[in-house]
């Protein structure tokens, strides 16, 4: 009896918990929680209640019992990265797996920005998704700055990376330090000879001093492909090149193999992200993905020690624990 009932409470503070971060974090209704949960609106808000109640709900979810705080925990141990699990059913579409977990990431972002900070932000799909639920929070002599290029044969790419960076300027009151340059560079020289003005050495320089970079990560062979990918960055003889040096994702446009490797991949000599030397001596490094396409390049780059903190998915989490 006394066994039937610590079950029943532990299966109604798992329920409580579930309810609290899809209504908390992810922005979910009442309604639309009822119907992923299996139970009743009325059922909900008694959830929600009970959370509040038990303290399950302070400032933020705390989730003991809930599967994504086991897989926290075993990506903790066995990556020695803080993981941020967002609960989804495999069920759930791509486009609407990118958006929740991009929305948990926003809020989490809230919590690491502060006043006298230097944040370096990345572009792409997901970071855009980021930039689009950032909560306001005002701070003080906070600068954003781009992680890398954006433009290519066809834009420029100042408008796409200019308002992605502007909605975390505005969430956060901060000063936005753009960086005008090609993802690409034609030529390595020209990237050598460009990295001497003093105009982009400001840039390299806010670059030096981040204390928290914010990125996705790209896969060249992912059934869903990057922005990098898809965007008329690369052409075929780039994309043969990278197949030569079996390359397995990017960060910020910086290729690495699966081992981590980077410095001897071809096209990191025209890239213009940071090297991922210049990334791992940022104090905290952000890393939001969602999707098993994900899996290569998310477990290399936790590997090679890129990665601080990761908020994924529940089920990509799942897969990066049974990879170890």
């Not at 309604?31 to 059922?43: D, K």
């Amino acid at each position: 009896m006394v066994e039937d009932g610590a079950r029943m409470r532990d299966g109604k503070m798992l329920q409580a918990l579930k309810a609290a971060q899809l209504y908390y974090l992810q922005d979910r209704t009442m309604e639309s929680i009822a119907q992923e949960l299996g139970t009743s609106r009325s059922s909900v808000s008694r959830l929600l209640s009970h959370a509040r109640e038990t303290g399950l709900v302070e400032i933020r979810i705390t989730s003991p019992l809930e599967r994504g705080g086991e897989l926290e925990r075993r990506i903790a141990d066995r990556f020695h990265v803080a993981a941020h699990v967002v609960p989804l059913p495999e069920s759930v579409s791509d486009v609407d797996r990118l958006e929740r977990v991009a929305l948990t990431a926003a809020r989490l972002l809230a919590q690491f920005v502060d006043s006298h900070m230097v944040v370096g932000v990345a572009w792409g799909s997901t970071l855009s998704a980021v930039s689009r639920n950032l909560p306001q929070k005002e701070t003080h002599n906070t600068t954003v700055v781009q992680l890398n290029g954006a433009g290519n044969t066809q834009t420029t790419g100042v408008e796409y990376s200019s308002e992605i960076l502007q909605r975390f300027g505005a969430a956060f009151g901060a000063r936005v330090q753009q960086f005008p340059v090609p993802a690409f560079f034609d030529d390595p020289a020209t990237r050598e000879a460009m990295w001497r003005e003093r105009s982009t050495r400001r840039v390299l320089e806010l670059q030096a001093r981040m204390d928290l970079a914010l990125f996705s990560l790209g896969s060249p062979s992912a059934e869903v492909p990057s922005r990098v990918y898809v965007g008329g960055y690369l052409d075929k003889a780039d994309y043969r090149s990278l197949g030569e040096d079996r390359v397995i994702g990017d960060l910020a446009t910086v290729f690495f193999r699966a081992d981590g490797s980077w410095r001897d991949i071809r096209l990191n000599a025209r890239a213009t992200g940071p090297t991922l030397d210049r990334i791992r001596r940022v104090p905290r490094r952000v890393c939001v993905v969602a999707g098993a396409h994900k899996l290569a390049s998310l477990r290399a780059a936790v590997a090679a020690g890129l990665v601080t903190d990761v908020v994924l998915d529940e089920t990509l989490a799942r897969l990066l624990v049974e990879s170890a």
